[in-house]
């Protein structure tokens, strides 16, 4: 009997801490019942005033430019698409950015992976392309180089085979929605472009189509030599996602 | 009755030590998920056209969210030009718009800060207005002008985290295409660089078209414009241009619009035999000089007659080869 009230003690004890347990609220979008295509005029701002039919078109009502109005307001601002009735808005998230390798053994490749997630609501849809600030260095100036694959052939801009434990560097991978063609298989790597070198960005993802979250996977690759430096080897890699226009 | 008492004892307490032990277990993996270094941007709207007279003012608010860690963003403006046929933007980064730059006087950031490039602290789900002022000059030259609006998460490192691998950053842009015009009205010239489709077709199958335009003009513009199908026999089948920003000095490929879905400009119904005469006709912004172009593709039933044709021959030669069985026989 004793047991059985220290039980409904400790139960009763516990049971608060239970719901730290539950999911973390999630940030919702707020709701927009206003067309995705406003016309927005002086001292009507984008928020006020703006019809919540789905069917509305206001450049079917307004149609061209009234030249009194514009010479006398000086404006006319359009935002978003002017067809597309729901709202979208343009979002990327990248599922971690530190990306740790941990100890490098030599002549063991190691990977590690990301999940990069795109909403792109607009016409034309978008692209996500990156590059790296330089190549993995430590603060004495060490580096380790991007890696040219197996056959020497693999550049910013294509992809090889990569799956040598002999072949040396720094790569990655792309797979999933909307990743680039020459990444034929999970074998297939590219160096970043190097802003150090001027290499200019490179796609990740692209696609011509409005859609919500798309997602694809970036692998990292790295493979060290015995004669690579002992040290702590870092870079920046910079995303940059922008719709189409 | 005690040994029972003592077994359902016994029985209790295990159940609540198992019980206790997956609530720990649960709590620790809880604050190991909540320790992911996530990264999350948002911007609304995506695309913003102005047009403006010269030496006017307009204001555009853009909403940012970090839907990840805590981290300082930037705002940047930078110029752009077209890249490829798709719309795909490349950033003139040189160019960024600062206080030393050609467009220095044409934009300044109202809110959150005072200065592009100045950094500013988001909290992990926080959004932000950013309210940017533009004023083209008086003594600006009328044509279009092009920038993104980017803005920029550095997100936080947790003290003491020394990794071994890249560090992740990521930007996000709202493209401003920007109109200065002093009558609102601005002239505006579309061309069909492409009109494409295939001169022979199989029946059965169905037409697809190519279709690129060209804007040679200062001024961007959405393509008004449709492809009107004719056949030998039945009836026309109209698409419906996609009204796609065409910027000045580039070439577009356009595709069809459905509802508010983006497709392949491709014919609904399938060819049958005959002669297919494709018109193009496209305006730009609905107003201006037409342009057209008309294609003609021939349907032909081949594989159907080749079908035909090997049946045929398969049944010639099952017939002579019993003839002959039936002879030697």
């Keep these: ?245 | 009755m005690n040994k029972l008492l003592k077994f359902k004892n016994k029985k209790i307490k295990g159940r609540f030590f198992v019980f206790l032990i997956t609530l720990i277990s649960l709590f620790i993996i809880h604050n190991s998920v909540a320790e992911a270094q996530t990264l999350g941007l948002s911007i609304t709207p995506p695309i913003a056209e102005v047009m403006i007279i010269p030496g006017k003012i307009v204001t555009q608010t853009f909403t940012i969210t970090n839907d990840g860690n805590d981290g300082m963003a930037s705002i940047y403006i930078i110029p752009f030009k077209a890249q490829g046929e798709s719309g795909n933007v490349a950033l003139d980064e040189k160019n960024a718009v600062t206080a030393t730059s050609p467009y220095a006087s044409w934009f300044s950031i109202i809110s959150p800060v005072s200065v592009f490039g100045e950094k500013f602290y988001m909290a992990g789900g926080q959004r932000q207005e950013i309210t940017v002022k533009i004023t083209p000059p008086e003594s600006a030259t009328e044509k279009d002008y092009y920038f993104t609006l980017l803005y920029e998460l550095d997100n936080n490192i947790p003290g003491g985290t020394l990794s071994m691998g890249p560090t992740n950053q990521a930007r996000i842009g709202s493209n401003l295409i920007l109109s200065v015009s002093s009558d609102g009205n601005p002239p505006k010239t579309a061309e069909i660089v492409e009109f494409k489709a295939p001169k022979i077709i199989d029946s059965l199958e169905k037409l697809t078209f190519n279709t690129r335009i060209g804007n040679f003009g200062s001024y961007v513009f959405k393509p008004d414009g449709e492809i009107t199908i004719k056949p030998t026999f039945g009836s026309v089948e109209t698409l419906s241009l996609a009204p796609l920003n065409i910027i000045s000095d580039s070439v577009r490929n356009i595709p069809c619009l459905k509802g508010e879905e983006i497709i392949v400009c491709q014919s609904n119904r399938k060819v049958l035999v005959g002669v297919y005469k494709s018109t193009l006709e496209i305006t730009p912004n609905g107003s201006g000089e037409t342009q057209s172009k008309t294609v003609t593709t021939v349907a032909f039933p081949f594989s159907i007659i080749f079908g035909l044709l090997l049946i045929f021959i398969t049944y010639r030669i099952i017939k002579k080869s019993q003839k002959v069985g039936k002879e030697s026989s």
Excluded at chain 1, 168 to 188: E, K, L, Q, R, V
Aim: glycine residues 10%.
């Design chain 1, 1 to 245: 009997m004793a047991s059985s009230k220290i039980l409904v003690f400790l139960t009763a004890l516990l049971l608060p801490f239970s719901f730290y347990l539950s999911p973390p609220g999630i940030h919702a979008q707020a709701k927009i019942t206003s067309p995705n295509y406003i016309i927005q005029m002086p001292n009507l701002n984008s928020g006020a005033g703006i019809p919540s039919s789905a069917g509305y078109k206001l450049d079917t009502t307004i149609g061209q430019t009234a030249p009194g109005l514009y010479s006398s307001t000086g404006y006319l601002v359009r935002s978003g698409f002017q067809y597309i009735h729901s709202i979208i808005p343009f979002s990327f998230s990248m599922s971690n950015f530190l990306i740790n390798f941990g100890t490098l053994m030599p002549g063991t490749p190691v990977t590690r992976t990301s999940t990069l997630v795109v909403s792109a609501g607009g016409a034309g849809g978008y692209r996500v392309t990156a590059r790296e600030a330089g190549y993995l260095q430590t603060s004495t100036g060490k580096t380790i180089p991007d890696s040219t694959c197996d056959a020497g052939t693999c550049s910013e801009t294509a992809a090889g085979v990569w799956s040598l434990a002999t072949t040396y560097g720094f790569g990655y991978n792309m797979s999933g929605n909307d990743a680039p063609s020459d990444f034929i298989d999970g074998t297939y790597f590219r160096q970043f472009a190097n802003a150090a070198l001027s290499e200019g960005d490179q796609s990740v993802m692209s696609s011509v189509n409005v859609g919500r979250d798309r997602t694809a996977t970036i692998t990292y690759k790295v493979n060290v030599s015995a004669v690579q430096a002992a040290g702590s080897y870092q870079n920046r890699v910079l995303f940059t996602a922008i719709p189409s226009f």
